[in-house]
C-alpha cells in the first residue's frame, strides 16, 4: 500500500524543495507487526551468531550432516555421521585425555546449558530471589556460559546491577537444589562476573595411599594429597605458618605427616629439622626417631622446646639484619619446622598457668616473627574458638578439615567462607569417605579449595624413620 499526497501538496514539495526526492513509503514498512518481525529476526540472527562463537564444535557436528543432507540427499547425511560417530570412537579409544578435552567436555557443556541451566534458569532466579518480576517482566541475571570439567559444571554469570556476591552466597543451597547438584560454591571471575561451581560426581571419594617420597631435596612446597580438579596439592610450609582444623577423625595426622614424608629428602640433607611438640603422646611418637632430642611431650619439655625454638629464631634475626630479609635454608641455618599435634592442651587446658604463660607467648612469637627467618610452625587442633585458640589469626595458611558446627567453620577460614562453599562441617564422619576431606584457604587467595590429604598408615611412618636413621 502506498500513501498517495495530494496534487497541490506534491506540487509544493517539489517546487520548493527540488533538491529533495519524494520518497513514497509503504505504510507497511511503520506498523508494529513489521517492526517486531524485524526485531525478532535480529535477535535470531545474534543469537546465531553467538552460539557458533560459544559452541563452535556442537555447531559443526550439527550443522555438517544437515548441510550435506540438502545438498546431496539423506544418504549423504547418514554417512557423514556414521563417519564422524566412527572417527569419534577411535579417537575416543586411542587417546580419551585429547578427545575430552576438544570435543567430549565442549558437547557435554552444551548440553547441560541447554537441558539443564537455560530450561531452569528462569524459575530458579525467580524463586530463589536472585531475579525480579516487575510490570509483568522478568530482570534475571544473564548466563553467559558453561564450562565443564571431568567433575564439575561452572557456569558464568552477569550479576544484575546492584547485586553483591553476598547475594548469591547466601543463596547457593538454592542454587545447588534448583540445578540438581549436590552442592555449589561461587568465585568472582571480574567485576559484575561470578564462576558458580556445580560438582557432578566428587572426585575425592576415595581415600588416597601415602604420597611417595620425592627424590629430590626440597623444602616445599610439598605434596601432601589432591586437590579437587585432580592436580596435586601443595602445601607450602617454608615462608609461611599453617593451622589444621578438625574434629577426633577428621584426619589432622594425615595432613601432619604427609607434610613430614615431603620434607624428608630436606631433613637427610640437613637442610630442615623438625621440631615435634605431642601433647597427647599417640600421634608423633610413632616417629620419634625422626625428630632426635628435639621431641617434647610433657607440656614443661613443650615449653622449653618452644623458647629454644625463640631463641634460634632471635639468633638468626640478629644476624640477619641488615643483610638479608628472606630465610634461604643451609646445613648452617636449616629450616626449621615446629609440628604441633594439639595446641590446645598446651594453651587452653593447661592448668599451670605459669606453663600456659610461656607456651602462649613463644606460639606468639614465632608466629608473628618466625617465618622470615626460617622458623615455621604447623599446629593442628580440634576446637577453633578465640578462648581456645586466640592467635589463630597469625597464621596465613589455614586447612578447614571436618568441622562440628557451621560457625567454626569461618572461624578457621575467616569469615565469608562457608559462604562461598566451604561446608567443612557436612563432611562425611565415616573415615573411608570424609577422613583426610578439607577446605584450604591461602593467605594469597580468599576463595577456598576442596582438598584431599593422602593416608600415612603406621608401616608408612615406620619406614619413614627407618629410612632417615639409615
Sequence with gaps: MFRKLPGDEAQRLVSTTPDTAVVFRPAVLRTPAFVALVIFAARLLAGLVKLLWRHPVTSAVVAAPCALACWYGWRAGLIS?????????????????????????????????????????????????????????????RLMRVHCTSWADVVTVKMLHGQAVKDWADRLDQLAH???????????????????IFPRRDPLAVPMPAVPIPDEVSVGPVRVGTREDGSPWLLTVHGTHVLVAGATGAGKGSVIWSAIRGLLPAVRAGLVQIWALDPKRMELSFGRSLFGNRYAATPADCADLLEAAVAVMQERADRFAGHQRSHTPTPE?????????????????????????????????????????????????????????????LFPDKIALRLDESEQVDMVLGDGARDRGALADHISPIPEQGAGVAYVRLEASPDPIRVRAAYVSDADIRAMAEAVAA
Design 81 to 141: 555421521i556414521a563417519v564422524v560417530m566412527t572417527v569419534s570412537a577411535l579417537w575416543f579409544t586411542l587417546h580419551q585425555p585429547s578427545f575430552l578435552r576438544l570435543i567430549g567436555w565442549r558437547l557435554l557443556a552444551f548440553w547441560r546449558l541447554v537441558w539443564i541451566y537455560r530450561r531452569h534458569w528462569q524459575p530458579v532466579m525467580i524463586i530463589s530471589g536472585l531475579g525480579r518480576h516487575l510490570r509483568g517482566r522478568d530482570y534475571l541475571p
Design 178 to 196: 534448583g540445578f540438581g547438584a549436590r552442592s555449589c560454591r561461587a568465585s568472582i571471575s571480574r567485576a559484575g562476573r561470578l564462576h558458580l
Design 333 to 393: 641455618d636449616p629450616f626449621v619446622l615446629v609440628v604441633v599435634d594439639e595446641v590446645a592442651f598446651l594453651t587452653a587446658y593447661q592448668s599451670d598457668k605459669g606453663l600456659k604463660l610461656r607456651i602462649s607467648a613463644a606460639l606468639a612469637t614465632l608466629t608473628t616473627q618466625g617465618r622470615a627467618v626460617g622458623v615455621g610452625v604447623l599446629a593442628a587442633l580440634q576446637d577453633p574458638r578465640k578462648e581456645v585458640m586466640n592467635i589463630r589469626n
